[in-house]
């Protein structure tokens, strides 16, 4: 029987065209993040388990995560995020490492959900966390990234939304305003995080179920879901106005402001589903109404790295899967039109492989990529080859451009000729290349 | 109980420094293989199992690789090369493409072996391949490509030995010389596999027990000895010299030493690990003493293709290891000092965080890369984390030099100071660059 030539469920495989695309997000991802003195690292793509079941139960991450006994019995997870891996090597050199430290990485990770849109099994994430800045600027940095980020694709701020809210400033409005205790918290917490997925009556019904019944009685599930529909921190209980926690949000968008940075918006339902986040976390959001959904997030976890046993370091990041920011792309028609790497497609006319090799040689040393078809079928077929690849020219190359060090090159899009020497048309060909 | 900091075993956590010179690695392999016209693709890092099994036992693949059962119940493997994914990938759209078809993929791959030097569990692999060439162009490109990858890392050919056979050869050499069958030839091929792992003696005890008592008794281990180190065509019995497949490898040879390739040599020892190469196939061995291994291979595999129920398309690849292709730099003095991305750190001088993000801001729309310390410790503290980072230059940015837009640029290797206007110090920090 044959073989089936179908990738594994909710994984792609990414033919030239498509490896194009992601290529071309991750070089502005590693241009915009360098620009901010970013350095890349890297992590095994197998985690022992341990390291995630430290901060969620054994049974999340064995359900949602590709996991599984080594031969050696040991059990190891794909990594599902690259937060826990990083956090693993800063933790190992704690005190060598030269703080502030910028670190990014690009990594494929992998989860083991249904695939639908926008949420495969395998995607790429950018992440970009920096560690030792205890104070608003890591907050002013982080998102100034994330708003460069987006730019840099060519988006204007009308396009997404910077949504921020604070882990603290929730624990407040739970422990003291709603009265809960800390399961409660925990719990509706969780319920918030996916207040976007299901309907009103559901959600009142199951923050009921967590309620006490005198706060059921007292209508707490409908104030609740009042308190967060807020769009801004003025709308807040009076009480809290004054509260540190909520002035140093105020205090972040206004120097998000100063810095141009106009689309941030409070929004009490960001939560972000994992449980090492310890303050201001940020969202941002598509607005086009057709992807009106987040695409990236992130915020600060100042205690992960202490579970390793060493001095915790202030931190905060954020993630980027190329799923979701493609999508965004495509809702705002930012997706460039992206050709081969190859300039040039080598037609050999007559038995001149060995002859024509100095000449090819030439174009390569002086950074030109050239394709040889080296099949000996006729010149049209050739070309059709090379005008089905999408390279824009082809060159021929015969006896008599050996001699003469004259060759005629073919621009495939308007059929138009030109002969030159060598060099020149290295010059030609440099010049006409996409910027 | 802390967590552990170690990685998994056989995995290496790739800390900034590691990262560049990774990162090195790939950009010379990128920048050599889009000269010859091969363009990028990617797989999932997953596969079913079925797409190894077939070319090997169940068992085997087990055995080496990271396989483990989905909660689907579907088995899959963490792919341990990548020819079978590019094949597959190939034959999925078998009609559509435009042959010759050039790929290259530097996908991590992982295997289950007990790690040692220049085997790890996870490895990152250039894989090149040429699909649709039958004539020996794509064996005299495949051979070029590694002979071009190895020079732009500043290798010399004396520095490596390329070295050729023939799967045919070898058929042909044990049907015919030896008058073995099909099972014996296969179980003699895979002995031949691993001998430069073994003593000579257990080499022949191991070929005595294929042998027949009668071929044992004709003292046919000895001889199959002797013929394996030939390093010569011409040393091969009379009879084959005139035969196709041996004329065929010394046409190539010559074609290559056309081509300046002059460091190419016969040797009937190179088997490749993998059941799917069909003729020519060639590993490229470190002449250092210090590390004289196999760094790189590859070879002719017409019939892979044809597995997933489509016309073969003849095909020629090879791959080449960032742990071993590492090492052969190192055992040459190659690998060069590799300086952060990093241009310049910004110190901040008293409470200007906001009035000086316009000029910070000017630096990185011209494309330089600043990091800004951000914590307002002492100026010295944070010129000391400059330097531990590596980064090569700070600049103090304070009340005094936003008003007179003149900055001062420190360099940290020999102290010396200079002061101009922003955008002279941008075209000072782009041209101080390394090339």
């Known amino acids: 029987m044959a073989l089936s030539t179908q ?13 194009r695309i992601l290529q071309y997000l991750f070089d502005i991802m590693i241009k915009t993040v360098e620009s901010y003195g970013y350095e890349a690292y890297d992590a095994p793509l197998l985690e022992p388990i341990e390291l995630y079941t430290a901060k969620t ?14 031969h050696g019995g040991r ?22 490492l030269p703080y502030p430290l910028r670190w990014y990485s690009i990594p494929n990770v992998w989860r083991y959900e249904r695939p639908q849109r926008g949420r495969l099994r395998e995607h790429w994430q950018l992440n970009v966390d920096l560690f030792g800045v205890e104070g608003l600027e890591a907050e002013h940095e982080m998102i100034s990234v994330v708003d460069s980020l987006l730019r840099a694709y060519g988006a204007d701020r009308s396009m997404y939304s910077i949504r921020l809210n604070s882990r603290k400033l929730m624990d407040l409005l739970m422990h003291e305003y709603f009265g809960l205790d800390e399961t409660q918290s925990y719990t509706i917490g969780k319920l918030i995080d996916r207040m976007h997925k299901i309907e ?6 199951q923050a009921d179920i967590v309620f006490t019944p005198q706060q059921r009685d007292a209508g707490q599930s409908s104030k609740l879901f009042e308190l967060l529909s807020l769009t801004s921190l003025d709308q807040l209980p009076e009480q809290l106005h004054t509260n540190p926690v909520c002035m140093n949000l105020q205090k972040l968008m206004a120097m998000l402001e100063q810095s141009g940075i106009t689309n941030v918006q409070f929004d009490p339902t960001i939560m972000r589903g994992f449980d090492y986040y310890t303050d201001i976390v940020f969202e941002v959001i598509d607005t086009n109404p057709d992807n009106n959904r987040s695409m990236l997030g992130g915020g600060r976890y100042d205690s ?31 997706l460039p039109h992206l050709s081969p790497k190859t300039d040039v497609y080598v037609i050999l006319v007559g038995d001149v492989f060995t002859s024509a090799q100095p000449i090819i040689k030439h174009f390569r040393d002086e950074g030109v990529n050239v394709a040889v078809d ?16 999408g390279i824009p020219a082809v060159i021929f190359i015969g006896d008599t451009e050996i001699v003469s060090q004259q060759l005629t090159l073919k621009h495939l899009a308007s059929g138009d000729e030109q002969t030159h020497s060598i060099d020149r048309l290295i010059s030609i060909i440099k010049d006409s290349r996409h910027p």
């Not at 990738?7 to 490896?19: I, M, N």
């Not at 064995?62 to 599984?68: I, R």
């Not at 080296?374 to 690849?389: L, V």
């Open 374 to 389: 080296s099949t000996g079928r006729k010149a049209e077929k050739q070309i059709r080859t090379a005008d089905k690849a």
């Open 75 to 96: 059990q190891v997870v794909i990594r599902p995020e690259m937060t826990p891996s990083v956090s693993r090597m800063v933790a190992a050199k704690r005190q060598e």
């Open 57 to 70: 139960s054994d049974e999340i991450v064995n359900e949602q995560t590709y996991s599984f006994t080594d």
């Open 304 to 334: 992960l790295i202490g579970l390793f046993g060493v001095d915790p370091v202030p931190t905060i990041g954020f993630g980027a899967g190329d799923v979701t920011l493609q999508n965004f792309l495509v809702s705002h028609d930012l």
């Open 7 to 19: 990738p594994y469920k909710g994984a792609r495989d990414f033919y030239p065209a498509d490896k």
């Open 200 to 205: 009103t009556a559901e959600f009142i019904a």
